[in-house]
């Protein structure tokens, strides 16, 4: 079982930036692929970003593709995502999830561990 707590989110100006960190229980870590999504009420969880557990490639949803910059330290068992230029369409609740089953995913069944998720608002 891997616990998940993120933490970083807040209040900025459109343009601004925010860096969100996902600190997990350390349990093998380096075997988990790692994502972010986001969900807006009344609307479905969407996939951000994701790494997997060598960190190798990432991948991101075409919406933050060039402004969002996911990493993890393995070392020290942290996701994290940098988001700049952000736009008040990235006001959302962030999540970061693990996966032991696949190296890439986009899909929230593929994810089976969730955090509490960290509020992200951008004014305009």
């Known amino acids: 079982q891997v616990q998940l707590v993120e933490s970083g989110g807040g209040l900025v100006q459109a343009g601004g930036s925010l860096r969100l960190s996902c600190a997990t229980s350390?349990?093998?870590?380096?075997?988990?692929?790692m994502g972010w999504f986001r969900q807006v009420p009344g609307k479905e969880r969407e996939f951000v970003a994701g790494?997997?557990?060598?960190?190798?490639?990432?991948y991101y949803a075409d919406s933050v593709k060039g402004r969002f910059t996911i990493s993890r330290d393995n070392a020290n068992y942290t996701v994290y995502l940098q988001m700049s230029s952000l736009k008040p369409e990235d006001t959302a609740v962030y999540y970061c999830?693990?996966?032991?089953?696949?190296?890439?995913?986009?899909?929230?069944?593929?994810?089976?561990?969730w955090g509490q998720g960290t509020q992200a608002t951008v004014s305009s």
């Open positions: 999830a693990a996966t032991e089953r696949y190296d890439r995913a986009t899909k929230v069944a593929s994810y089976d561990y």
């Open positions: 350390g349990r093998a870590f380096s075997r988990y692929t």
């Open positions: 790494i997997s557990g060598s960190g190798g490639t990432p």
